[in-house]
C-alpha cells in the first residue's frame, strides 16, 4: 500500500480526538500517522520531568494518560528504564523510584488507533559523561531510518547499526533489535536487528517498523530480571477454574486485547492476592505471559532511541 495521498499532519490533543471520534480520512495511513502524533506528544510531556526527584510513576501516569485522551489506547505500557536497564519496566502500582542525580534515563511509549500503532523512545544523560552513549543510539537510529525503503535487506541495515554504536566506542544490545508492526500486532514477523547477519529478508512496500537501537557500555548482552512487571494475553482459549481468573480474562480482554498491558492497570481493578493467584493459573494454562525487564550488567548503562516509520513507494515517512 502506497501512502500517495497528501496530508497535513494536526496535532491530536489539540483537537481532543477521542477513542469515538477519529475523523475519516482518504489517506490509507491516517491513523498510523495520528497515532504517531500521539506518540510524540507524550514523549514531548516526558523530557521535562526527567530530572532528579521525578518519580517514575508521575512520568508513566502523565504519558498513559495523555494517550488515553487522544488515541484508541496504549499498544504498550509507558517504559521508564534507569541506566542499566534496557527495556520492559514500568511502574508497580505503588512505585516510590525516584530519578536520582547522574541518572540515565529512558522513555519508551506506544499508541494505537483503532490498532495502528505507533513506537518511539528516548534517552536522556543527566550525567555528561553518557552524552556519547546517547548521541550513539540517536545516530544508529537515524542511519537506519534512512536505509528504510523498498528492497533494502535487514541484515544489512543491522550491520550499519552495529558500525555506527561500535564506531563510536559502545556496544549493541544483541537480542533487542526494531520490528514490523501490523494492525494490532506490535511485533509482527520481520525484525531490524541492531548487528549484522545472513538473513536476506528485505523491506517492502506498505509496510510499518519501529526502529530501535541500543546503546551499550558494556557487553551489549541483556539477561532477563525475576517478576516481570508486563504481561500479554496469548490467542488462546483456555479452561479456568479460579473466579479471580475470569475476573482477571474479563477485564485483559476487553481493555488490553492482545497488546502487553502493566500489572499495575490490573491491580487497580482487583485486589492483589486475587490477582496473583489468576495470574499462576492463567500463566501455567499458557494464556499468560510475562515480558521480563532486560538488563545488562550491574554498572553498565544502556541509551535506546526509537522511531515508527512507514515505507512507502521509493522511500519512508517517519510518523513519531
Avoid at 117 to 135: C, G, M, Q
Avoid at 136 to 160: D, H
Amino acid at each position: 500500500m502506497s501512502s500517495g495521498a497528501k496530508y497535513k499532519v494536526k496535532t491530536v490533543s489539540d483537537e481532543k480526538t477521542k477513542k469515538t471520534e477519529v475523523e475519516e480520512s482518504d489517506d490509507p495511513w491516517d491513523k498510523w500517522k495520528r497515532a504517531g502524533v500521539v506518540a510524540r506528544e507524550a514523549l514531548e510531556l516526558a523530557r521535562p520531568m526527567v530530572k532528579p526527584g521525578t518519580k517514575i510513576l508521575d512520568i508513566v501516569n502523565a504519558t498513559e494518560n495523555h494517550i488515553r485522551e487522544n488515541a484508541t489506547g496504549l499498544s504498550f505500557p509507558c517504559n521508564v528504564a534507569l541506566n542499566n536497564v534496557a527495556a520492559h519496566y514500568t511502574s508497580a502500582l505503588n512505585d516510590e523510584t525516584v530519578i536520582m542525580e547522574g541518572d540515565l534515563v529512558t522513555v519508551d511509549v506506544g499508541a494505537h488507533i483503532d490498532g495502528c500503532i505507533s513506537d518511539s523512545a528516548f534517552t536522556v544523560a543527566l550525567n555528561p559523561d553518557h552524552e556519547a552513549l546517547v548521541k550513539a543510539a540517536e545516530a544508529a537510529t537515524s542511519v537506519a531510518i534512512k536505509m528504510m525503503r523498498p528492497g533494502a535487506k535487514l541484515n544489512t541495515i543491522g550491520a550499519l547499526i552495529e558500525d555506527t554504536i561500535v564506531s563510536a566506542g559502545f556496544k549493541p544490545i544483541r537480542q533487542l533489535s526494531g520490528h514490523q508492526m501490523n494492525e494490532y500486532e506490535l511485533h509482527s514477523e520481520k525484525q531490524v536487528p541492531c548487528v549484522s547477519g545472513k538473513s536476506e529478508v528485505l523491506v517492502e512496500e506498505g509496510e510499518v517498523y519501529a526502529i530501535e537501537t541500543f546503546a551499550s557500555t558494556g557487553s551489549g548482552n541483556v539477561t532477563d530480571l525475576p517478576d516481570p512487571v508486563i504481561y500479554q494475553l496469548l490467542p488462546v482459549r483456555v479452561p479456568v477454574r479460579f473466579k479471580g481468573s475470569k475476573q482477571f480474562l474479563g477485564i485483559a480482554r476487553k481493555e488490553y486485547g492482545e497488546f502487553p498491558f502493566a500489572e499495575r492497570w490490573i491491580a487497580e481493578r482487583m485486589g492483589h492476592a486475587t490477582m496473583k493467584m489468576a495470574m499462576r493459573e492463567l500463566s501455567k494454562n499458557g494464556a499468560l505471559i510475562g515480558h521480563n525487564i532486560l538488563a545488562e550488567e550491574k554498572g553498565e548503562f544502556v541509551a535506546q532511541h526509537e522511531h515508527t516509520v512507514i515505507i512507502t513507494e521509493t522511500s519512508r515517512l517517519q510518523t513519531t
